[in-house]
């Protein structure tokens, strides 16, 4: 039976949508959520590789660096309305959206 599926896309950061999740949008967090900047940085850094592979879902690589201690947002405020903080960092490119 063939498959459904006709295309596969990964890893477009930075070409379909803008890179969500680079040093800018990790420093908008940082000052949004009142977070340390370098100690967000240090901990993304040894996480991100992790999750990017799979082998860490999104609840555990924001355990890991930014709920590593107690705050006063819970995480779920981090991608659900109204901050919604890491969904604004990807919007569509739009010369890419309109080819």
Request: glycine share 4%; charged share 30%.
């Amino acid at each position: 039976m063939p498959s459904p599926f006709t295309t596969l896309f990964v890893d477009v950061g930075g070409v379909l949508l803008t890179n969500a999740w680079d040093h800018i949008a990790r420093r908008r967090a940082a000052e949004h959520f009142a977070l340390d900047q370098e100690t967000l940085d240090r901990r993304h850094h040894l996480a991100f590789s992790l999750y990017e592979e799979g082998k860490l879902s999104l609840d555990e690589y924001l355990d890991r660096t930014v709920f590593h201690e107690n705050r006063e947002t819970p995480w779920p405020r981090w991608v659900c309305p109204p901050e919604r903080i890491t969904c604004r960092q990807s919007p569509p490119r739009r010369e890419q959206a309109t080819r």
